[in-house]
Structure formats: structure tokens, C-alpha cells
């Protein structure tokens, strides 16, 4: 990844998780920091006349009628966060939080918001220090409470961890050589106001999503190997004429993974097609994969532009103050909505494929693929973790948005709900990668019942060999448990895709 990213033009969402996951230093380009002070010059100026801007010199919400005299707007702006600081339950892991403080930079600096420049500096060098506020995670409808508890940090408030220790938010600044800062006029509003939190929860469960659909593509391929499938659903004139780009891509993954293979080589004209789990391989990823690019094309539309409310036209001749409503979550949160069923889609392929594996009647394998079943249930349970995972997934899928509580006294009469259909695709995908990993387990332990003098192909010999090196065989029960957790990591890591590609000599498409 990156080792630094410099904001001012452009981003898109492996620039942001350079940031978020991997840490990279946050700058600003000179573009950048002009646009941030030519926009709050245009505040500073607006306030010295009195002009009547909503959340600046009148109150929030339903509160928009009522006047704030311009020697009042500072503490307009403290109020706001403190107010706003109401979200609830567990806090929201690290990266959500650096995703997050990186979407404040990229809203706020698109320099249409008018907060000064030392207020952005102040957010830039908590990511760069892993300052990391204590923000709860439940109870916001797509936007203010959690980035409310963020920006309680800039002034010295509220919670925070800086090096593993959780810290009142003006101790965890002074540790990190930062001095907190009083907030004036528009910015306490612009902090919390926009699409920021959903962006970057959404980035990461798409980021993720997006990985857990290559290496779903693998461990496909390695089913279709060990349960010696069928290659016509794969072929080329098959995807010709039915030409989704994605469908076509996910069959060539496949043709690629297995090249090679003796197992497929020796099983070719035994039958006429398998079951749709394998055979439909190139049907579902495709379309999955189609679904996880479009939320991917919205979500960098998303964390390129301004969100805020209300926005400050800084054209020449053409001032104006803009009361609209880009903080509006429905892009984020429909797009995550379908992120998640894509994924879910992917889940019960991938445990209908294990449940062949593990079934005696459908593989010719032992029951569970283990040699004496009975004393031993072999992978047999693993099956039941998908089925339950599968379940917390579709309850998972019911959609956010279509959901609609009025708030701020019918001020707010629709409500996008984009909040939820981003923070929960973090919970979808981890459970997409343990099903994943429960069906590679089973390709892995099913190895020995293969002919062993038939190679498999050079992609999975590569990724079997490397799980080798901390799964053992399952000659007779042992504790599962943390070999699950360790496919499921390296999934998550893209260790397995990595592995693949150097066993095919090619990445995947």
C-alpha cells in the first residue's frame, strides 16, 4: 500500500484503505489547502455582515427560523457537538474511525463547507499520530451523532485511544504532541453534517467484499477440482452468448485456476453437467461481482464530493449560500443494501458446494471426510456454523433504507437510513469470509480421498500447500476451531488470491 496519500484531487477506494488499513501519512496539496481558505474567507466575511446562513446565524433542524447574533456563533458551534454527541452501545472499530476522520478531509476540503484550514490540519494529524476518538456505533439515521463524538476530540472532549490506551480526549491529544481547538462559526455544523460515516463504514465492507469475491472465485475452482467437475460451464462460447462482462471474467478465473489439473483432466466426459452449485459458478460471482463494481463506482463518486449542508458557492459574482441536502445518505446506503444480498448470494453457493463435499451420497468421499465416522464427526459441524451464519446473514439483508422514522420534529419528515446498510455489510462480509473458509477446509481435508497420483492444478497446489503449513490432516477429530479462524484471516489478509496468482503465474481478472 501507499506510504503517503496527498488529498486534493481525486481518490478512489484503494487510496482511501492505503489510509485506513494501511496507514499511509495524510498531506495536503497547496489546491487543497487554497480552496479550504477561499471558502472560509467567504464565512468569516458572511458572519461580519449578519447574512442569515442556516446552522451559522440561525439554529439547527426545526430550530432554523430562530437567530443567532453573530457574537453567539462559536457557541453554536461547541453546542452542536456537544448536543449531537449522543450515539450509543460499542464503539466503532479503529478503521471505521480513520475512515471516517479521512471522509471529514475529503468533504470538508472540497472547499465548498468554509471551515478554517487548521481545523482539517488538526483532523489530518490524528489519523497520522492513530489518534483514535471513541465514537458509539448505534443510533445514527446516516449521519451527526458518531462524527459528533469525533470532532468532540478536536476540542479537548470526550474519549480517545492513542497507543492502546483509552484516554479523556484532551490527555490523548497533549500525548500526541496536539493541542485541541475551539471551534468557530460553520464548523461545529460541517463536522458532523454529510455522508462521511457511511462512506468510510461502506468502503471498508466493499473493500472487503470485493476480495471475498476473487478468492470466492478460488475456492470455487478448488470444489469444481476435488468434487472432479465438469469445464463445459466454463467455456468461452458458453459466456459469448450471454456477454455480462463480470460472468465471463469469473469463468476465466476459473479456466485459468485449473489449468493444469490431472483431477479435471481425468474426470473429462463422465457426465453431462453438475449440479448448479458448480455449474452456476460463473452466473452468481458474475452477478455478485457486478453488484459489489457498481456500489464500488458510487462509493468513489461518494467520497470525491461534498456532502455537506449547506454548501458555500465561492464562484465570483456568484457567491451564494446554498440550503440543500448532499448529506443525504440514500446513494450509500442502497448501494450497500445491495452489497449485502450480492454477498449473501456468494455465502449459500459456497455452503451448498461444502455440504456436497461433506456428503457421503453427493461426493463419494466418507461421510465428513474422515475414515472412521461415527467415533469421529470429521467436518461434519462446520457445516452447521455456515447454516447459522448463512441465517444472521439474510436477517441481515432485510434493507435499511426502506425504513423511514421522521425526526427533527417532521423537519426531517424522510430519512435516508444509509448508516445501517453501511454498518452492517462489516458484519455481512466477515461472515462471507468464514463460510469461505469453512468450504476451503473441507476442499483441504477432502485432498487425501483423490486419486493422489492425479496433480492437481499448479494455482491449487500452491494455496493447499501453503494451508498445509498450519492445517493438519484430519485423521481423527481435533479442535477446529482455530483453524477456521486462520482461513478465515488469511481470506481476509488476501492471502489466498495471493497464493493462487503464484501458483497460476497471472492475477486474477
Not at 443567532?68 to 450515539?87: D, F, G, Y
Not at 439483508?397 to 445501517?420: F, H, K, L, R
Request: charged share 20%; aromatic share 6%; with cysteine.
Amino acid at each position: 500500500m501507499k506510504q503517503s496519500l496527498v488529498l486534493g484531487k481525486k481518490i478512489d477506494l484503494d487510496d482511501f484503505m492505503a489510509v485506513v488499513r494501511g496507514h499511509a501519512v495524510v498531506e495536503f496539496s497547496a489546491e487543497y489547502k487554497e480552496r479550504v481558505n477561499r471558502s472560509r474567507s467567504l464565512v468569516e466575511r458572511w458572519v461580519e455582515e449578519e447574512k442569515v446562513m442556516y446552522g451559522v446565524t440561525t439554529g439547527f433542524g426545526a430550530l432554523c427560523t430562530r437567530a443567532i447574533s453573530k457574537e453567539e456563533t462559536a457557541k453554536l458551534q461547541e453546542n452542536i457537538i456537544l448536543s449531537h454527541s449522543v450515539s450509543v452501545g460499542e464503539p466503532l472499530p479503529e478503521e471505521a474511525v480513520r475512515g471516517t476522520l479521512l471522509m471529514m478531509l475529503q468533504n470538508l476540503g472540497q472547499g465548498y463547507s468554509g471551515v478554517r484550514l487548521e481545523v482539517l490540519e488538526l483532523v489530518r494529524q490524528l489519523l497520522n499520530q492513530n489518534v483514535i476518538p471513541r465514537a458509539p456505533r448505534d443510533g445514527s439515521v446516516g449521519y451527526l451523532s458518531p462524527e459528533a463524538h469525533m470532532a468532540l476530540v478536536l476540542t479537548g472532549r470526550g474519549q480517545a485511544w492513542y497507543q492502546g490506551e483509552l484516554l479523556p480526549g484532551g490527555r490523548a491529544l497533549e500525548k500526541a504532541g496536539l493541542q485541541p481547538i475551539q471551534l468557530a462559526s460553520k464548523e461545529g455544523l460541517a463536522l458532523v453534517s454529510g455522508t462521511t460515516s457511511p462512506t468510510a463504514l461502506a468502503s471498508i465492507g466493499l473493500y472487503d467484499m470485493l476480495q471475498a469475491e476473487k478468492t470466492a472465485d478460488v475456492v470455487g475452482a478448488m470444489s469444481l477440482e476435488i468434487l472432479q467437475g465438469v469445464m463445459d460451464a466454463f467455456d468461452p462460447r458458453v459466456m459469448a452468448v450471454r456477454p455480462h462482462p463480470e460472468q465471463g471474467k469469473t469463468a476465466e478465473n476459473v479456466r485459468n485456476l485449473l489449468t493444469g489439473s490431472q483431477v479435471i483432466e481425468a474426470a473429462r466426459g463422465s457426465r453431462v453437467q453438475d449440479a448448479l452449485s458448480l455449474r452456476c459458478i460463473p452466473q452468481l460471482h458474475g452477478a455478485a461481482r457486478k453488484t459489489l463494481e457498481d456500489a464500488r463506482r458510487t462509493l468513489e463518486i461518494e467520497m470525491n464530493s461534498c456532502c455537506d449542508n449547506p454548501i458555500l458557492w465561492p464562484e465570483p459574482g456568484n457567491e451564494a449560500e446554498i440550503s440543500a441536502c448532499n448529506a443525504d445518505s440514500a446513494y450509500v446506503g442502497i448501494a450497500m443494501d445491495s452489497a449485502c444480498l450480492a454477498a449473501t448470494m456468494l455465502a449459500k453457493m459456497s455452503e451448498r458446494r461444502n455440504n456436497r463435499l461433506i456428503d457421503e451420497n453427493l461426493s463419494g468421499y466418507p461421510w465428513f471426510l474422515i475414515q472412521n465416522p461415527g467415533l469421529n464427526s470429521g467436518v461434519m459441524i462446520p457445516q452447521y456454523t455456515q447454516a447459522g451464519l448463512l441465517n444472521q446473514m439474510r436477517i441481515l439483508c432485510t434493507s435499511s433504507v426502506i425504513d423511514n422514522t421522521p425526526t427533527c420534529g417532521n423537519q426531517e419528515d424522510y430519512v435516508a437510513m444509509g448508516y445501517n446498510a453501511a454498518l452492517k455489510s462489516l458484519s455481512v462480509v466477515e461472515k462471507l469470509e468464514y463460510i469461505l473458509a469453512i468450504e476451503l477446509l473441507s476442499v483441504y481435508e477432502a485432498q487425501p480421498f483423490v486419486d493422489a497420483s492425479l496433480q492437481r492444478s499448479p494455482a491449487s497446489r500452491k494455496v493447499l500447500e501453503a494451508v498445509g503449513r498450519e492445517v493438519p490432516k484430519l485423521e481423527e477429530d481435533f479442535y477446529l476451531y482455530p483453524h477456521i479462524e486462520y482461513l478465515r484471516q488469511c481470506i481476509h489478509d488476501g492471502k489466498i488470491m495471493a497464493w493462487a496468482e503464484q501458483g497460476m503465474g497471472r492475477k486474477l481478472v
